[in-house]
């Protein structure tokens, strides 16, 4: 089976739930931000900016698993932030896997191992001996770290432990090059690499979540999956980048550039997400095969932000995890309160302009899954990927030149500081745009510095 059969089964048994009850709107994903401080500065990161003054702030444990308990979702995506610097993201995982939840850990990967180290020492007997010498000598671990895991855990907290209802879900922009451009730090992509593969070792499922850009190379993409494939990860969630109706009206008018020349508007996306069903087939693919029919243009979709809610610590975030028009104190008071027909695109016609080009995971894929604009075929389409066989692992991938960031190590981050002051030079705005966390946010500074990472690629290999 392509995605395991007691996670497809729950999330379907929600849907049938609600279906036969005639529920009119309910939540599928809850998207929990615990806080909004994190230890990178991605480009165009819009969370870290948007949420500037409450860095600090963060929610309690109560207020998170409430959340989870009010919304009811089947699965709660944690992010953030860097969800892994919250205090108590060990009880928030254990809550939620208490609660029969599924839980995706969206991360950066930076604390990865330390926590998978936590998790070995919390469960550590002899019988561990043969894991901890395989991660020796894949050197994912040094002597140190095994001395310490040896001597176990006395605080007394849980651990992230590897469960069928858990996922990491590592951030990966692109490969080595890009991905540390774009993160703003050199080595961070290959500390992912080496926690993917720790995390696989020890038994943990692992996702990859990417998001593409006006200037992602699609090719790289590709490549992306073959080599992550290769790593025998378990799944990868794509989805186009956001764009943001004012910052486009502001490039019309202040600066007098076609918006089309920095953002991906719907047909940008149709013809970067072309071959999103070939994909399908080749990697584990996250999302509906109708939703992927609907980024690949051939068919269309009405938004459903309602059923993927954020939660975080101003409240339930309106209309989408996105845009931000309010703030509710309750789900269900969100849903009553927002008039969800001023939102979306309808038979290509923008409900609300800053919508216009919005093609996200988190407003679209629910609607593929709850059949809001079914068509004749989609439910068995849905079965059949849903149950199909696993796309094999795709073991050429490990020839793929992952590790393209030729320059690491001897300062390309100046390379990219400087690739973002001419952006920001040549946009006449050195302020950071307000956008979105973990790949999905104004994409402006993020398409720029690709564009100036693709033509400096030619001119090194070419
Ligand atoms: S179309 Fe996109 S931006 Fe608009 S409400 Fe839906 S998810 Fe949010
Ligand atoms: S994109 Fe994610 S990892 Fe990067 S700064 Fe924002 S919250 Fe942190």
Redesign the pocket.
């Known amino acids: 089976m392509r995605f395991p059969l007691a996670l497809t089964a729950k999330i379907a048994g929600h849907i049938i739930q609600h279906k036969l009850r005639r529920t009119p709107k309910f939540a599928l994903v809850l998207q929990l931000e615990p806080l909004h401080t994190c230890n990178l500065t991605c480009t165009g990161c819009g969370r870290i900016r948007e949420y500037s003054t409450s860095l600090k702030d963060m929610m309690s444990l109560e207020d998170c698993l409430g959340a989870a308990t009010e919304c009811d979702a089947p699965m709660v995506s944690i992010c953030g932030g860097e969800p892994l610097i919250y205090p108590k993201i060990e009880e928030l995982v254990e809550g939620l896997l208490r609660q029969g939840r599924i839980v995706y850990v969206c991360t950066n990967g930076m604390f990865m191992r330390k926590k998978m180290r936590d998790y070995l020492a919390g469960v550590y007997s002899p019988a561990l001996e043969p894991k901890l010498a395989k991660l020796l000598s894949e050197k994912l671990i040094s002597d140190k770290d095994v001395e310490a895991i040896r001597k176990g855990k006395t605080d007394g907290r849980p651990t992230i432990r590897p469960s069928k209802w858990m996922y990491w879900n590592v951030h990966i922009d692109g490969l080595e090059y890009t991905h540390d451009l774009i993160v703003e730090r050199e080595g961070v992509f290959k500390e992912c690499v080496e926690a993917v593969r720790m995390a696989k070792i020890i038994g943990y499922q692992v996702a990859t979540n990417t998001t593409v850009y006006k200037e992602t190379d699609v090719r790289e993409i590709e490549q992306m999956f073959e080599f992550f494939s290769a790593l025998e990860v378990d799944g990868h969630t794509i989805s186009p980048g956001?764009e943001y109706d004012a910052a486009k009206k502001d490039m019309v008018k202040r600066l007098n550039r076609r918006p089309e020349d920095f953002f991906l508007t719907r047909q940008m996306t149709r013809e970067k997400f072309a071959k999103i069903q070939e994909w399908g087939e080749r990697f584990t693919i996250f999302g509906t095969p109708v939703y992927q029919e609907f980024l690949a243009g051939k068919r269309e979709l009405t938004?459903t932000?309602w059923a993927i809610p954020t939660r975080n610590i101003r409240g339930w975030k309106a209309?989408?995890y996105?845009?931000t028009d309010g703030h509710y104190a309750g789900y269900q008071e969100m849903l009553d309160k927002v008039d969800w027909d001023k939102?979306?695109?309808v038979d290509g016609v923008a409900r609300?302009p800053?919508?216009e080009n919005?093609m996200?995971h988190?407003?679209y894929d629910p609607s593929g899954a709850l059949g809001t604009n079914y068509q004749r075929g989609d439910n068995w389409k849905n079965f059949k990927y849903n149950f199909g066989a696993k796309p094999r692992p795709y073991y050429p991938g490990r020839s793929v030149n992952a590790f393209n960031g030729f320059s690491a190590g001897k300062g390309h981050l100046a390379e990219a500081k400087a690739a973002l002051k001419s952006a920001a030079a040549d946009n006449g705005n050195g302020a950071a745009h307000v956008g979105i966390s973990c790949g999905s946010g104004d994409p402006t500074e993020r398409d720029q510095l690709l564009a100036k990472i693709g033509s400096k690629l030619k001119v090194k290999t070419g």
Do not use: I, S
């Open positions: 956001y938004c932000a209309p989408c996105l845009m939102y979306g695109v609300d800053r919508c919005c996200v988190c407003g």
